[in-house]
């Protein structure tokens, strides 16, 4: 999807997270609130990190 949509590195965690929905959804606002309080780098590496760790551990 991100090759269709001409989504640069730096707009894809932006795009994933407006993608999410329901229990997904609240779960990265969840997410990117502890990874903000704890001076984690909001980036795309990150994001797939934790959310393969949450959805498909």
């Known amino acids: 999807i991100f090759q269709v949509v001409?989504?640069?590195l730096v707009q894809k965690v932006t795009l994933?997270?407006?993608m999410l929905s329901g229990e997904?959804?609240?779960w990265w606002q969840g997410?990117?609130?502890r990874m903000m309080a704890a001076g984690i780098q909001v980036?795309?590496?990150n994001f797939k990190?934790?959310?393969?760790e949450k959805y498909f551990p």
């Open 24 to 26: 997904a959804g609240v």
């Open 16 to 18: 994933a997270a407006f």
């Open 31 to 33: 997410a990117l609130q």
């Open 43 to 45: 980036n795309w590496e």
């Open 6 to 8: 001409g989504c640069p």
């Open 49 to 52: 990190r934790l959310f393969l």
